[in-house]
């Protein structure tokens, strides 16, 4: 199985600043028929379920806010905070679903306010 | 409103069972890929088990066959039934819906029930 390691574990910034956390996949996502990455990022705050915020790699789902932004190819991948808001204090989650099907998700990187 | 709410979590002893549902509105479940997903305390986002739209099923390695994932159509609830259970099932389990443009990116989640198994 594809595996997905998250860099970091967890990291702190100051309100308004750039956060931006690392997926690396074991092996590549890019789906050759639609020459897309097969990688997605879920927000999951405290106490609530996951929220879908980007797939194939930089697509923004419906309603999410525009400083939230996906990057990357391959196997190497980012999500980046252009300015962290306070309602951004989140566990994130990069989710391959390249195969085997459904996939496998990062362990996870807690973003927290310094 | 399109929404999930699962119920039927709670305490159970290892070896027990528990069957735990998931009601959608707004939505039909058998048109739609449904998926269980758990979280352990403290930990990451494991998928359990997916069922398609066409009935065929997926089960995680750490289940299989101990784990049944349904669907009833005529009351349009997702169901999970859980037999020999271990202390390692203790999670949060989520309902999710798969989306219309991609069936494995889980675009709408329940609030999730909380599963205990301990003696």
């Known amino acids: 199985d594809i595996v997905m390691t998250q860099s970091p574990d967890s990291l702190a910034v100051s309100l308004g600043e750039r956060a931006t956390i690392n997926c690396k996949s074991s092996q590549s996502v890019l789906y050759s028929s639609n020459n897309k990455n097969s990688l997605a990022w879920y927000q999951q705050k405290p106490g609530q379920p996951p929220k879908l915020l980007i797939y194939?790699?930089?697509t923004r789902e419906s309603g999410v806010p525009d400083r939230f932004s996906g990057s990357g190819s391959g196997t190497d991948f980012t999500l980046t905070i252009s300015s962290l808001r306070a309602e951004d204090v989140a566990v994130y989650y990069c989710?391959?679903?390249?195969?085997?099907?459904?996939?496998?998700f990062g362990q996870g990187t807690k973003v927290e306010i310094k | 409103e399109v929404q999930l709410a699962e119920s039927g979590g709670g305490l159970v002893q290892p070896g027990g069972s528990l069957r735990l549902s998931c009601a959608a509105s707004g939505f039909t479940v058998s048109s739609n890929y449904m998926s269980w997903v758990r979280q352990a305390p403290g930990k990451g986002l494991e998928w359990v088990s997916v069922?398609?739209?066409?009935?065929?099923?997926y089960y995680a390695d750490s289940v299989k066959g101990r784990f049944t994932i349904a669907a009833d159509n005529s009351k349009n609830t997702l169901y999970l039934q859980m037999n020999s259970l271990r202390a390692e099932d203790t999670a949060v389990y989520y309902c999710?819906?798969?989306?219309?443009?991609?069936?494995?990116?889980?675009?709408?989640w329940g609030q999730g029930t909380l599963v205990t198994v301990s003696s």
């Open positions: 069922i398609y739209t066409g009935g065929g099923t």
């Open positions: 999710a819906r798969g989306t219309t443009s991609n069936y494995w990116l889980l675009g709408l």
């Open positions: 989710h391959q679903y390249y195969g085997p099907l459904p996939g496998t």
């Open positions: 194939w790699a930089s």
